[in-house]
């Protein structure tokens, strides 16, 4: 089942793996050849986010999102066995786990650990998306699940902050650290990167099926816009080791330490989140995303909270960089397990495509 889907993915979908590959690699080599690309980025920002990623951002999140059949959301809202899921491992679990394996691999570093805890608060709300249609799973659950992680990150993510960071450590006799960001810098974080192109989806599919039409719309519209997923992506990836990838070149040591426990994360996250979505009897389309909305993270939350706390040369802020430098290559595996896993699900027609 798994060769017949890649088969019928287009070239740049197919070749993904690749096509990361060469954009890391551009952007590492941007990094190197261009004196103070970094800091160009960094120049113009859109809520402490540099500009030109904040663009590929926005670019990235509109295909999917104009992808939900919006009038189908009500089915997926009364299933509470579903929310259930989605909220125990987003905000149980995946907080624990990271916090647990920052501890076990940097007992002695806690800079990069409470940059890691940071990047495992931050439930993902952007790159989430494109992982999930590549695996095949339900747009619809993965845009309520989005929505409903955005919900309880900007309730949530200050307290758990505190508590993780500053309070925890000290039940064991060890100094705590302060982080402060308020509710208001969470929710327009949320209303930029999620709001927006949430709404352009759907005002998109609202006008063009009525303009012209619900069958041009899936067959003609859709198509067309379907590869400014992976451009945007693609263009982003190139960005982020474009500003990251001399730090990263300068402090492999540093890098590799933090690598270690973040990879193992998103593996033991993913397959815990698929295994749960098995066990309570979800479909594979539903539970691809609610696996994907528990793996992914808010590296745009975590970076911003990490340089505003701790500093832009901090290790907290290096190591919530490395988080989606990690992150990208993980999930890009990750959905080729995510697709293998089809054969243990009962054959179901999908309602995401």
Not at 19 to 44: C, K, R, Y
Not at 169 to 190: D, M
Not at 269 to 291: G, P, R, V
């Amino acid at each position: 089942m798994t060769n017949s889907i890649v088969k019928k993915l287009s070239t740049l979908d197919r070749y993904l793996p690749l096509w990361i590959g060469l954009a890391m690699a551009s952007g590492v080599l941007l990094s190197h050849f261009v004196p103070n690309l970094d800091q160009t980025l960094e120049a113009i920002k859109l809520d402490n986010v540099s500009l030109p990623i904040a663009i590929g951002l926005l670019v990235m999140m509109y295909p999917p999102l104009a992808k939900v059949r919006y009038g189908k959301l009500g089915e997926f809202l009364a299933n509470w066995k579903l929310f259930q899921v989605s909220l125990f491992l987003n905000w149980v679990l995946g907080p624990i786990l990271m916090t647990a394996l920052a501890w076990l691999f940097l007992p002695n570093d806690h800079e990069f650990r409470n940059g890691l805890i940071l990047v495992g608060l931050a439930r993902c709300i952007a790159m989430v998306l494109i992982w999930n249609m590549l695996a095949c799973g339900s747009a619809e659950v993965a845009a309520i699940l989005v929505a409903l992680n955005s919900l309880f990150q900007i309730l949530a993510y200050s307290f758990y902050g505190w508590f993780f960071i500053t309070l925890l450590p000290t039940w064991f006799g060890l100094e705590g650290a302060i982080v402060n960001i308020t509710i208001w810098a969470i929710a327009k974080s949320v209303l930029i990167f999620l709001g927006i192109p949430f709404a352009l989806g759907f005002l998109s599919r609202l006008f063009l099926t009525q303009w012209f039409g619900e069958e041009w719309y899936e067959k003609k519209f859709l198509p067309a816009i379907s590869p400014l997923a992976l451009v945007g992506l693609l263009y982003t990836i190139v960005l982020l080791f474009a500003m990251q990838g001399e730090k990263m070149l300068h402090q492999p040591l540093a890098v590799l330490k933090i690598a270690l426990p973040l990879g193992l994360y998103f593996v033991l996250m993913f397959s815990l989140a698929m295994w749960l979505a098995y066990k309570t009897k979800h479909t594979y389309d539903e539970s691809a995303a609610i696996a994907f909305t528990a793996s992914g993270n808010n590296f745009e939350l975590a970076i911003a909270v990490a340089i505003g706390t701790f500093g832009i040369t901090s290790g907290e802020a290096l190591a919530a960089t490395v988080g989606p430098l990690i992150e990208v290559p993980a999930l890009v595996a990750i959905v080729y397990l995510s697709l293998w896993t089809q054969k243990f699900f009962q054959p179901q027609p999908t309602n995401s495509k």
